[in-house]
């Protein structure tokens, strides 16, 4: 069985975010991890290869240079090959170019299932996995919390509301992970040391037939914002009818809740 899985990097969810004097997202001193979804489809990729004899996971990912460190991550797991789209023209695309270069990337190696993240915590977009299974001509499951393999079929399971719902689809197919679809492993050293000699190939546009001036973007981010900052709390002093009165009047003329 040959299992792929699509990963990208993002931010660690605990980092800070700020902003350059231009506007753009300043990256300087932010620790880079693998997006958290992308880990739950590589536990469930690596469990399927365990029980499988012979089957092989290769990771595929577009990004930068940088991206190398959470694919040596992912590598470090048990994942036992690497394919990365590298080309400065793919340092800011969105779903649609993302999931086309992946498609053009997975279409030049042999596979019987993709695995990837639900959503990138960094745009929690949660379209590439399917915009991918839409190039492919494939079907596709989002947000499992199951996986079952028989033959040239799977079986999924996700939750709904009110319940779950279960679903085959013919193989190949693509499937997203979800929280609760299993317990990502840590690597350990041994793992850590044998990645460093698995295959990490790294393609540019060029090698996918394609070029920058081919990638018409459906969307382009124009500018980013911060949140506003949450004001300071108040503190009511008084005693108690004249605190519960005050809060009253700040509840109806400044938070405007009743």
Do not use: C, H, W
């Amino acid at each position: 069985m040959n299992i792929v899985v699509t990963l990208k990097q993002t931010f660690d969810t605990e980092a800070k975010i700020a902003l350059t004097s231009s506007g753009s997202i300043d990256d300087n001193g932010v620790k880079q991890v693998i997006n958290p979804y992308d880990e739950y489809a590589i536990e469930e990729a690596l469990k399927l290869k365990e029980a499988n004899e012979g089957s092989e996971v290769t990771l595929v990912s577009v990004g930068g240079a940088g991206t190398e460190s959470a694919i040596r991550t992912a590598l470090a797991m048990g994942a036992d090959q690497a394919v990365l789209v590298s080309d400065p023209t793919l340092e800011a695309v969105d779903e649609l170019v993302a999931a086309d270069i992946l498609a053009k990337a997975i279409a030049q190696i042999p596979y019987d299932i993709i695995l990837s993240g639900r959503i990138a915590v960094d745009d929690g977009s949660a379209q590439v996995a399917v915009r991918l299974a839409e190039a492919l001509g494939l079907p596709s499951v989002s947000s499992i919390q199951k996986l079952e393999i028989t033959g040239q079929s799977a079986v999924a399971t996700r939750d709904i509301d009110g319940g779950s719902e279960t679903i085959e689809v013919p193989l190949p197919a693509v499937f997203t992970a979800q929280k609760g679809l299993n317990e990502p492993r840590l690597p350990g050293m041994k793992g850590i040391m044998a990645a460093k000699k698995k295959e990490l190939k790294v393609l540019t546009l060029a090698d996918l037939e394609t070029s920058a001036a081919a990638l018409n973007a459906g969307s382009k981010v124009t500018s980013y914002s911060l949140p506003t900052p949450r004001s300071a709390g108040k503190i009511i002093s008084g005693e108690p009818a004249q605190q519960a009165a005050e809060l009253a009047k700040l509840l109806r003329e400044e938070a405007k809740v009743i």
